[in-house]
């Protein structure tokens, strides 16, 4: 893709505002890169790149893209830049597709769309959309269709367009709540993951918190937007805390742990 798009609302979405400026402009040209290669937002093996080739390639140092951030960061040995058009990316790829079998059909002369076949002039250009023009008929038929003199083997139509049909519109799915123990399985399971300064019994504490306070707001964010896509949600939120904050990472501790339920 020759260019990048991205929606207002992630610009003013609470991971963009919670990030650092240098952390906001690293994940601009991360998403450059990402558009110029149509990778789906992934840059893959990206952990192995040293210094100087994240220099030559995204314009950003190997510090900046190591830096904890909701925009961007580490899953395993690739690295995925949140909020990456996907979309957008499929409908260029769609059209460059379409392109290569040669576009549109080519248009056929209208002086060549209609045989006369030697018929007498009408008073009507050859060709014309609004003539259907009846190769078998004889000048008798002609003369029994036409009793108020109009034009031999010609039969004109209406050319009024059908009324368009409304489109039905689409219905939006409702939103279902996790249950703790599904909201609390997808952290344990995601977070040591996608940072491994989480442990296990870490990421169940703070799932535990960060549930009690979507509760608290009706499962609305920071900014006061209702929630459509708890796990990418919650996960982000959750990658901009602290793991020690959440004590230690020892296994014996989580049942004597506050926050078990």
Known sequence: MNWVNLN????????????????RATWISLMAWCCSQEN??????ARSWGDRKWQQLCGVTLAEVETMCLLYGFEEQNLVVN????????????????GKKGGRPRKIDASQALDTQGEKPCGLPVGSDSLKRNSNSNSNSNSNSNPSGGCGGVELFDETPAPKTPKTPKTKKAFVPPTREEFIQHAVE??????????????????DNQFETYIDQDWHDGNGKKISNWKNKSITAMLYRKPHYFGSNRLEDLFDSPCKK
Request: hydrophobic share 30%; charged share 30%.
């Open 8 to 23: 207002i609302d992630v610009i003013r979405g609470e991971e963009y505002i919670d990030a650092e400026p240098v952390s």
């Open 190 to 207: 995601t977070l040591p993951r996608r940072n491994p300064d989480w442990s296990p019994e870490q990421a169940y504490r703070c799932a």
């Open 83 to 98: 909020f990456y058009p996907i979309e957008q990316e499929s409908k260029v790829q769609k059209n460059r597709a379409s």
């Open 40 to 45: 789906g937002g992934v840059i893959k093996d």
